[in-house]
Nanobody
């Protein structure tokens, strides 16, 4: 059974940092592209960042470029999202998703519905 578990969320002041983790089990992690998404209250889920397999190419939403960094540790079946200089508008539930593919996308429809975690809440507030 495929399981993706996000962790690392919490309350942080504007300008602060958090590192989210997405731990995967039940799949051959090396063969899966991973994406991070977020959903703020009352808004649609949006792509934040993703990382491919092989060359590990990455993509970022314009709103987080230069502040967020995605990385993966295949030995630990884990993908990380380092978030720096957080802003109140980054407040959302953050989800990770997996797709059996070489490349990744920031489109939620790209990822199968069974390959999503349950999310971790990030709140940026003073």
């Amino acid at each position: 059974q495929v399981q993706l578990v996000e962790s690392g969320g919490g309350l942080v002041q504007p300008g602060g940092s958090l590192r989210l983790s997405c731990a995967a089990s039940g799949l051959s992690f090396d063969y899966y592209a991973i994406g991070w998404f977020r959903q703020a209250r009352g808004k649609e889920r949006e792509g934040v960042s993703c990382i491919s397999i092989g060359d590990g190419s990455t993509h970022y939403a314009d709103s987080v470029k230069g502040r967020f960094t995605i990385s993966r540790d295949n030995a630990k079946n884990t993908v990380y999202l380092q978030m720096n200089n957080l802003k109140p508008e980054d407040t959302a539930v953050y989800y990770c998703a997996a797709e059996y593919s070489f490349s990744c996308e920031l489109d939620t429809a790209y990822y199968g519905e069974d390959y999503w975690g349950k999310g971790t809440l990030v709140t940026v507030s003073s």
